[in-house]
């Protein structure tokens, strides 16, 4: 179709609105104003349906606007539901007075479900800048299936769902109850066994949902795949990656076109590249790890300064704009790593064969090559299509090996040594430079869940992190800044890895705790004003507490950070605080803006190294294919923007469920540990009781208020500690504590303690294995 005569940019309309009184109209005024007519009248139409799915204007009845930004009235988001069926929506722009997110009454949202975008109409804000809100209208939903367990009742069969934020159940016709095909389920052959709803009952099955629940009728649905049942081996997978809603069978569109990529590099394609074949270039990463994104070769050079090359896998080449494996790419937009297993974004034609860095094969890649003074400052950069062929596949371990002393390790790989003993010289030096300018590094222990060679669970573990870890690291941060810089120094439209200053309030309160332990980021002299306001609980009761706010002036920086994390290394608080440090920031994003990243203290960022893994790297490798090729810019602003919108999406998405899916695994671990003793450290204490974390598993649990021996304990919020009424014995951050481990709950996934007092020597029970 032909483009209308008439044509305003979404930014263009939106502008209008918001000049226009209390910032609304409606369609038929903008139709009036704007002399739309024809195609130009369906022109704005789509403009006002795109700024309305974006969220900056809100259609709140029927063609009548009001803009987002600025609303005190309504406002669009996400809704986060409790289990006990009331929410909160997080408002998708700022609210002038509104501290925090909109409390949903359950009574108003009983026509929504967990995770969908909503309109909501806010009530009163108060001094506390709390308030409550009436959820309007459902914007778009969130699942579009539904994981849980299929229950035969007098009145119908049903599916519970699994997620308990998830409070409707789905009612399931007669004849939806079985799957269509065997193709359809996991279990393949013993779908068979399934053919009545008597034989579902007590299945974990995958509901696609046909109709919605409303505030009044109850939501219909169809089962499409069953899981198996409680207990069954790789359950835990299965419904989390249905849960989350994970893309995890590539269309045989994808599969097809990658089989028929063929695996012979055109000798007209190398020739045109810059060949690094003659170098000993290597990948370094974990031993499990079957992508290789990365390469990498460090050299000095005459005038005392290095030489590093950072070679990423080409997937440009391979996967082309607009075709079935790119689109099937950005829905995924992330691979998603469980402890046990993988869901690529790509398919592994292409993931571990053509676009992988294998060893003695021919590689195309995308190369930075940096020249870095003595400082680690990059006095001359250039990118180039290159062609590889890596030298060894070196793991962590080996390269700590060889860098601590290994006579083994040094000998089978003498040849390389030099470069190895380069990158650790070098990769310092970055180091040394990122602490300079304020970067924080927080050095967090990850768990890493064991297996057994049957793939049973047998352990809770400390990822090992050494100088192998801390070599890849900097090296891939110096490629990410040059190829940002590049880009923005280029003047044309990018994606940049932003992370914002965080919001002060969560600083201030970060200071409150800290201040216990006796240390501060440098704001302990804030001033501040207190009174008293009433607050709404989680649970939706109210009390009364005193309301600080600090002088949100003071400006928040990066090297305070830095410089708490430097105190508190070695101490007994350094795990605590530094938790609740990194969940005082905000989290990082994808934008076609860029503001800097706060953690890094680096101007300019994005994410360059890993487009076998992660869409906007792939992105970012176009749109540099575009400045050698002389293209300039090849996406809109708007077309960026929506892909590192989505983008962000996917990788929250994916970080969720595979943080869900270890607790839910070392919850399983812990079920038949019942009644055993452990260490561990208090983290977090509250008015009905104390988190405790076990030392060395990294599974936490509570210990109920209730469930201290000897005497009444009263919760003093100021001091954030728990102080027995007759003895005065404390309970508070930090503190170390030896628990017994008393119920496990299965379906709630969490873990109960009560207080280690002298007790007799129990019988050791059989463990079971996960």
């Known amino acids: 179709m032909e483009t209308p005569s008439f044509y305003l940019s979404d930014r263009e309309v939106l502008d209008r609105i918001q000049r226009l009184p209390h910032s609304r109209a409606s369609f038929k005024n903008l139709v009036r ?13 789509q403009t006002l349906l795109r700024l309305t799915s974006k969220g900056e204007l809100i259609e709140f009845r029927t063609g009548q606007y009001v803009a987002a930004k600025g609303s005190r009235e309504f406002a669009t988001g996400r809704l986060s539901m409790h289990r006990d069926g009331y929410g909160f929506v997080a408002p998708a722009h700022k609210i002038d007075g509104l501290i925090g997110d909109i409390f949903i009454p359950a009574k108003h949202a009983a026509a929504a479900m967990h995770g969908d975008r909503v309109l909501v109409q806010i009530g009163f804000i108060g001094r506390d800048g709390k308030a409550d809100g009436e959820i309007l209208q459902v914007l778009s939903r969130a699942h579009a299936t539904v994981v849980g367990e ?40 013993a779908l068979r066994e399934y053919r009545t709803a008597e034989d579902m009952n007590g299945a974990i099955v995958d509901v696609e949902v046909l109709e919605f629940p409303t505030e009044h009728e109850d939501g219909i649905g169809r089962v499409i795949e069953v899981l198996g049942r409680e207990g069954d081996f790789g359950l835990d997978v299965e419904i989390t990656i249905r849960k989350h809603h994970l893309p995890h069978t590539f269309p045989d569109s994808v599969l097809e076109q990658a089989r028929a990529i063929p695996a012979e590099i055109p000798a007209a394609e190398i020739a045109r590249r810059r060949d690094y074949r003659h170098l000993p270039i290597v990948t370094i990463d974990g031993e499990t790890a079957r992508d290789f994104d990365d390469a990498i070769y460090v050299e000095p050079l005459p005038n005392g300064n290095w030489k590093l090359d950072v070679h990423i896998a080409d997937v440009s080449h391979y996967v082309q704009p607009g075709s079935p494996i790119d689109k099937e790419a950005i829905f995924r937009g992330t691979s998603v790593y469980f402890p046990d297993r993988a869901v690529p974004m790509l398919p592994h034609e292409l993931s571990t064969n053509l676009c992988s860095l294998v060893p003695h094969q021919d590689r195309l890649v995308l190369s930075a090559e940096l020249e870095l003074d003595r400082t680690g400052d990059v006095v001359a950069q250039t990118f180039h299509r290159g062609v590889i062929r890596s030298a060894a596949r070196m793991t962590y371990t080996a390269v700590h090996k060889i860098l601590d002393g290994d006579e083994a390790e040094r000998t089978q790989y003498a040849a390389l040594l030099p470069h190895f003993e380069n990158m650790r010289e070098l ?10 300018r304020g970067s924080i590094d927080f050095d967090l222990p990850e768990p890493l869940i064991e297996f057994d060679e049957h793939g049973f669970m047998v352990g809770v573990t400390r990822a090992p992190r050494n100088i192998a870890h801390r070599l890849i690291e900097e090296f891939m941060l110096a490629a990410n800044e040059a190829v940002a810089a590049h880009i923005e120094a280029a003047g044309i439209p990018g994606i940049y890895r932003i992370h914002e200053t965080p919001d002060f309030k969560k600083v201030s309160e970060f200071e409150e705790v800290a201040a216990q332990f006796g240390y501060s980021l440098g704001f302990a002299a804030l001033p501040v004003k207190k009174h008293k306001v009433v607050e709404r609980r989680r649970d939706g009761r109210k009390e009364r507490r005193d309301l600080i706010l600090a002088d949100e002036r003071i400006q928040v920086t990066s090297r305070a950070y830095q410089k708490l994390i430097a105190k508190l290394e070695g101490t007994a608080e350094e795990r605590i605080l530094s938790f609740l440090m990194l969940r005082s920031l905000k989290q990082a994003r994808y934008s076609h803006e860029n503001v800097g990243h706060f953690a890094l203290a680096a101007d300019t960022y994005t994410h360059f190294t890993s487009p076998i893994r992660r869409y906007p790297d792939l992105m970012i490798h176009r749109i540099l294919g575009g400045l050698f090729d002389g293209q300039g810019a090849v996406w809109t602003e708007e077309q960026l923007e929506e892909i590192a919108t989505d983008c962000s999406f996917t990788e929250r998405r994916a970080a969720e469920a595979e943080r869900e899916l270890v607790e839910w695994k070392k919850v399983q671990f812990m079920i038949d540990r019942v009644g055993d003793e452990f260490d561990g450290v208090i983290i977090s204490v509250t008015k009905y009781g104390m988190f405790v974390e076990l030392t060395d598993l990294f599974i936490e649990g509570l210990l109920p208020i209730d469930a201290l021996p000897g005497e009444r304990f009263r919760f003093i919020e100021g001091a954030r500690r728990l102080i027995g009424e007759k003895t005065r014995r404390e309970f508070s951050i930090g503190d170390p504590i030896r628990v017994v481990l008393d119920r496990v709950d299965g379906v709630e996934r969490r873990l109960t303690f009560s207080l280690w007092e002298h007790r007799p020597p129990k019988a050791k029970k059989k463990k079971k294995k996960y």
Do not use: C, M
Request: proline share 6%; net charge positive.
């Open 33 to 45: 104003e704007l002399s739309a007519r024809g195609d130009q009248r369906e022109a704005l139409e």
């Open 150 to 189: 299929f229950r035969v009742r007098n009145r119908g069969n049903w599916v519970k769902p699994h997620d308990d934020r998830i409070h409707q159940w789905l009612f399931i016709p007669d004849g939806y109850e079985i799957p269509r095909s065997a193709a359809a389920d996991r279990t393949g052959p």
């Open 427 to 436: 990769a310092l030096v970055l180091n040394r430079k990122r602490v300079k």
